[in-house]
């Protein structure tokens, strides 16, 4: 699956899916502050660190699909499965970055100056997520070719 940017796709959402995105969001991000509250920094950041929109996210493009393929008379289920997936694993993917992100945090903030490690940080993060979708894409087709000359015979 090719990925790439579809401004018109806003343009398709409704205000009020707008609304579930931002309200879910917000429900995590004071959910992770009450954690943090209760149980320190270090435990609140944790469940900060879950992707506040993944979920309504997920519900949105479900339903989007469907609906366009219902439009076009097909049955939407699993395409929007597809999509669906694909929008997981590059949060998956972009939570090992955040991972990686905050681990440079955590061990360089006390020593050096601050805009310098948030910088070199986004780099890591950066550069963590591009390594792990490569090798995700990589280690896939891969599997795929496997697969295929296992069960098909083929190369």
Request: charged fraction near 20%.
């Amino acid at each position: 699956m090719l990925v790439k940017v579809d401004a018109t796709r806003v343009k398709e959402t409704r205000w009020h899916e707008f609304a579930v995105r931002f309200l879910l969001g917000g429900f995590i991000t004071a959910f992770a502050g009450i954690i943090g509250h209760k149980y320190g920094a270090s435990m609140g950041g944790l469940f900060l660190a879950f992707p506040a929109i993944f979920p309504a996210s997920a519900t949105l493009i479900d339903k989007h699909e469907k609906e366009k393929k219902e439009r076009a008379g097909l049955n939407g289920h699993g395409r929007a499965r597809q999509l669906v997936s694909v929008d997981a694993a590059g949060t998956a993917i972009g939570s090992i970055g955040l991972f990686a992100f905050a681990l440079v945090i955590h061990e360089t903030i006390r020593d050096h100056n601050t805009w310098l490690v948030i910088g070199g940080a986004t780099t890591v993060w950066a550069g963590v997520s591009v390594l792990a979708w490569y090798l995700r894409k990589r280690t896939r087709s891969s599997f795929k070719r496997a697969w295929f000359a296992r069960f098909h015979g083929g190369p």
